[in-house]
């Protein structure tokens, strides 16, 4: 094995993957009333629900991504030799 890291990462984010779409409280939460309320609309609302969900999904979701992102790319912006902490560091 020449990547044990990268092999472990993969790993991690797949199970926490498995572990989230498997999660029983992810496909219980339907409420009944929502869902009659769906069902007895027309064609017309249930793609509006369907499109307002995307739109309350996506926007957050893009914006997370590029916090991360930015905050990734400068993670060594202000770290100075003089200031890093070593193995003989008190804190």
Do not use: D
Request: proline share 7%.
């Amino acid at each position: 094995m020449k990547h044990p890291k990268v092999f472990r990462r993969v790993t991690i984010v797949v199970m926490a993957f498995v572990l989230v779409v498997l999660a029983p409280p992810a496909f219980s939460q339907s409420c009944a009333l929502c869902y009659t309320q769906a069902a007895s609309s027309g064609s017309r609302m249930i793609e509006a629900l369907r499109s307002g969900i995307l739109v309350l999904i996506i926007p957050p979701t893009l914006m997370w991504l590029v916090i991360a992102a930015i905050m990734y790319s400068k993670r060594n912006q202000f770290k100075r030799a003089g200031n890093a902490a070593g193995p003989n560091s008190n804190w």
